[in-house]
């Protein structure tokens, strides 16, 4: 199995509010046996499409479909020593144990709130962070936010992942495993929902997520079911289109946050690239095409996008479009400018809201005390590395 040492980390009881380092070192003896010899170096199949593990059976001389039989046991059955995967021959799984491995993401550090929101730094083999969040519901549903990208080149005026800039693209493998250490730690219930909403742009990491979104979607992959898997998006147009041609049965999810042109601008410079015409177009193409309501994410901050002029932008502009509205007030990132309006503002909002919209919805924020925003762990990430360097 993989990550035993996090498994037997996570043995330990778990507090409230917890803050937990989690360190997953190896250590070798540094021997010189005086030979130039390098071990091969495995190849991880963490991330191997279906069609990567049938491409890769066709290499080595075996049929296809036994790819599908690895790939079940990996994402589905979370069985990772070859040795054991019982409908193989003794032949493939001796060649797999020599030349292969799977190795899932490694946490770094572990945040819990009080609510039961729990907040996963990763550090990639790179030492990038990222950051996972597990967002549990008074009914029963347990939201993962999963991250695409380490940093984000989109600059939102609001978001902590914004201030970092983008780092790089997450593989496919990193995307996935974020869902696979979640299922190691809690099992096969680990999360309900799936919403790419973590950090970076999922549409400008368009073949890597697709490509996860496939493994986690498949019945044989994660067996995630697509109607509960959302990627999500600050409105990049073409691709939003492009994501409708490809007929998948996931959700998507726009974060809107103002209802005009020169607000949005304000707030999202990607705005600026693609404006909010072109956008609604984009979600209506996708509405018609793919026959699914959208869901328009809205974060209300305080003295600026949460009047009645609002309201009423925000009415007309969805008019026509099969939608819903998720309305959250701003969880603040300190050194941002932007203030979280009070419940009493929120609720009014709503209730303005609701007659003009199909369906008006108010989400709790949620993790308050372990700074659940998007990037907030991360950001702090580079502090903690340099403090660590200095104690080495
Ligand atoms: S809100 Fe999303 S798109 Fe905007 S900067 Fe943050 S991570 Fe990037």
Known sequence: MINADVIDFWDSPGTSAAHEN????????????????????????????????????????????????????????????????????KNLRRKLEEEYTFESLKAEHVEESQDGTRKILFRLNDDQPIETVLIPDENGRKTVCVS?????????????????????????????????????????????????????????????????????????????????TTISTVGISPKIIKLADLGLKTRLAVSLNAATQEKRAKIMPVAETFDLDELMEAVKYYTEKTGTRVTFEYILFKDFNDSMA????????????????????????????????SDEQVDWFARQLYPRAPMVMVRKS???????????????????????????
């Open 22 to 89: 989690v360190e997953t070192n190896c250590f070798l003896p540094n021997i010189d046996f005086g030979l130039n010899y390098a071990p091969m170096q495995k190849e991880n199949l963490l991330g191997y499409t279906l069609g990567r593990m049938e491409n890769l059976m066709a290499s080595l001389g075996e049929k296809p479909y036994k790819g599908r039989q690895i790939f079940k046991w990996l994402y589905r059955i979370r069985q990772y020593d070859f040795s054991l995967m019982t409908n193989l021959t």
């Open 148 to 228: 695409v990208q380490a940093g984000c080149a989109l600059g939102c005026r609001f978001c902590a992942t914004g201030t970092m800039g983008l780092l790089r693209d997450l593989t496919v493998g990193e995307i996935v495993g974020q869902l696979i250490y979640l299922r190691e730690r809690f099992g096969d219930n680990a999360f309900t929902n799936v919403v790419m909403m973590g950090m970076g742009e999922p549409l400008l990491n368009f073949e890597n997520t697709i490509e996860a979104v496939k493994i986690i979607t498949d019945e044989i992959g994660l067996g995630q079911s697509a109607r509960k």
């Open 310 to 341: 609002d309201v009423k932008a925000l009415s007309r502009l969805i008019q026509g479009i099969p939608c819903k509205i998720n309305l959250l007030a701003y969880n603040p990132v300190k050194e941002l400018e932007f203030e979280r309006p």
């Open 366 to 392: 949620r993790g308050m005390d372990i700074d659940a925003a998007c990037g907030q762990l991360a950001g702090r990430y580079p502090e903690r590395r340099r403090a660590e360097n200095a104690c080495s």
